[in-house]
């Protein structure tokens, strides 16, 4: 058995990440006899699980583990395009408008009171989504009401409708400019853009996931709901990119609400143990169909396009599948299917070695070398299809990031199929290239989908396909893949190994140790799929104590 000074070093190693202090070794050698110094760290174990450094370790064990980079940008940094909003500054003091926000952007005159054209710039005061209970002064044309305004394609005048357009052109920032961002930085876009900055929305996005982890495990509720939840966590700047996405999908009711940046409308909700409640920055938990009404709150929704024609809902909200830092930070269906794999379900994906395969032709699913890991791949990969990105971001604004198939905007003539212009870039390519009737991603006949060329977006496990020996109940999307993977055992007993790592300090061999998984496995589901219930039990365990 470990000494117990040995015993609190490992405990305070597992659940804080660093060794005890001081005070804490003078303590434990204040406690007694070796009896009541055990139970000293009985006690320290308890209490330390109640700490919000726990929370932290919880968050750092799930950031290394998901491993989840920032959106990339499609062009020049800092032009990463998730953010969907049109930057607005500051007027410089030495200006008639000091202080009121402009586009920064094709509104040069505006901090002088002017239109390009010369005549009086449009004046409005509100209370942005950026500074509850404030006034915000816009100027310019981040300030027009108009319900049409004038954009351009390719270099041509058009008129546009600014409800459905956005902050396009000469349209505005819509009520209480929900469709721009202030832009305090020294150059517009770089604030939301760097890694560095705990704040930028690109790191908030790309940090989601893990911190939905450590928010299920602070606040006890069943892991499970990492994959199957219909909720997350994030702060306002975050929750402001699943409202853009929205709106960008038609959901015009999203501009109205401001439960998601007033704090009286959040202030109930559960947060991490580093912010209070009510606090912009918390990241606090919300409803994803409530910000992003295309994920839906219902957990069995069936959509076959093959059979049905109406406009597809959406797909459910499926946790940290559908985070928009999960999906943008694979932008392609097959690499979001082989990361949830490997991440959720610890599938080990590699290479064949003297394996002799039929000719491959056009489905890597069935067809040549490639098969040894698609066969397993593409099941998993047909639930992530309804999510792409087109064009590419500029200063926070540009990019569209469709869902093929869904509510009313994502859909487009027949012919987006011939790859004939203005179809001719991705994702559409993408789309025509990989998405081939008879294949294993795309199990539709060719008559179907000449038929309904949006068919080749089915995105679940037909019934005469199985994925880890489950097969589908039918429900699209994500949550599709996921009630798969748990139904499987994969699931449990891949977070099972990543505890046991945190804690243990090793793995488990799952060909080794297969039994001794088993347990570890029945231990955590009885615990209610619950990490501080399990981590405990580990810390109790006679392994532990010997340091094994």
Known sequence: ??????????????????????????QLE???????????????????????????????????????????????????GLQQQRAVVQCPADTPKAGAWRYFRGDDKACQGQRPDGTPADERSIESWWAPGATTVLVGFAASVSATGQGSVNGNPVTITCLTAGPDGTCGCGPNAVRCHADVGSYAGWENYVPYNPQGQRRLVAEEPARLFAHIGWHDRPMTDLILGAYSVGPTRLQAAYVMQGLFGGATSLLDDDSWWRPSRFSSAPVDPEHSAGDPLAWREYSVPDRLPFLLAERDYRYDPRTQTAAMKGIPAAGMLTSLGFLNAYPRERVRGARALETLACEVLSPPQGQTFNEYRRDPGTEGPCQHCHRRLDPAAIHFKRYAKKNYGFEGF??????????????????WRQGTYPYEGDPFSHWNRWYSPDTLLTPVTEAQAQANPEAVFIDFLPPEHTLLGQTSDGTVGPLGFAKMILASGSFDRCVVRHLHAQVMGRDIDPTREAGYLDDQVGRFIASGRKVRPYVKALTQSDLFQRGR
Not at 1 to 26: D, F, H, I, N, W
Request: net charge negative.
């Open 1 to 26: 058995m470990l000494a117990p000074t040995r015993l609190l070093r490992r405990a305070s190693l597992a659940l804080k990440g660093e060794v005890p202090t001081e005070t804490e070794y003078a």
């Open 30 to 80: 204040a406690a007694g006899d070796e009896a009541a110094q055990r139970a000293f760290v009985a006690t320290f174990v308890d209490h330390t699980l109640q700490d919000p450094t726990f929370y932290r370790t919880l968050f750092e064990t799930a950031r290394d583990w998901f491993n989840i980079p920032p959106a990339a940008p499609t062009a020049d940094a800092p032009e990463y």
């Open 398 to 415: 540009g990019a569209a990031y469709l869902m093929p198939g869904i509510g009313s905007v994502w859909h487009w003539p027949a012919h």
